[in-house]
């Protein structure tokens, strides 16, 4: 599922070329894509385009707020068409502007596509990890008495949202923390250190365009390439690329969880520097050369 760097991503892509566009037409192709009932959209411009956890909004002008809601899901993609690029495959809804169009592809047919007028309606939104309202207090203030264990605490989108399975995993490995610990017992240098691993890995994410393993594609219909960086995710077996011990997979509330024993062991027994320079190493034994821009298609 896309999570947050890939729908950053989009997000980044499409807003120079849909922001002040007029809407001509929003049609739905798949029934099973219930938008609800249109409300009266024609006209109007794109005023924004903004992301609220894992949703896309256009958010579109007017005197009463009106925004186009979309959740890309296992499969979802938004790909924008030139006047003269062929339709793809498996679309389910086209967003015509007066420039081109968003093309709304899903392939398993599991994203949504939703009018609404307030997008806190949309579901629990917790803190945004790439805001400024993200601070080392608000997140100790979150974990604060929390007896869950920190990984699957981090994918609930009620504290922290747009974090799933891959970069949780990632996160705490850059943060050298055990996924098993109880959120609550992390003391003030280990909140520290979760909070600077996560604005990092999420950064890092961002500017490789997000993670492809099979379906997600970038607004340009290109793939992620935060894959090549990944230091413990889909990597049982395998060497650590900070210590060379191998890396383990567990399963945590039915989703796997990958880690270094040998890592999280070093996090807890030292302390001083080692602890300020956790979440700064993350991926630094490889480093492939930023060679595609996520910028946007001109």
Known sequence: MPELPEVETVVRQLAPLATGRRIEEVRILDPLLRAGRPPAYRGRTVARLCRRGKWILFELSGAEPLYLACHLRMTGRLLWRGPDDPLPSHLRARIRLENGE?????????GRLAWTRDPARLGPAGVDPMEPSFTVRRLARLLAGSAQAIKPWLLRQDRLCGIGNIYASEILHAARLDPRRAAGTLDAGEVRRLHRATRRVLASAIRMC??????????????????????????????????????????????????????????????GPEKEKAGRDHGRLRKPSLSRSCSPRE
């Open 210 to 271: 997000g993670t492809t393993f099979s379906d997600f594609q970038d607004a340009r219909g290109a793939s992620g390439r935060f894959q090549e960086l990944l230091a413990v995710y889909g990597r049982d077996g395998r060497p650590c690329r900070r210590c060379g011990h191998p890396v383990r997979r567990i399963v945590q509330q039915q989703r796997s969880t990958f880690f270094c024993p040998a890592c999280v062991g070093e996090g807890r027994r030292t302390g």
């Open 102 to 110: 968003v093309a709304f592809v899903d392939p398993r047919r599991l």
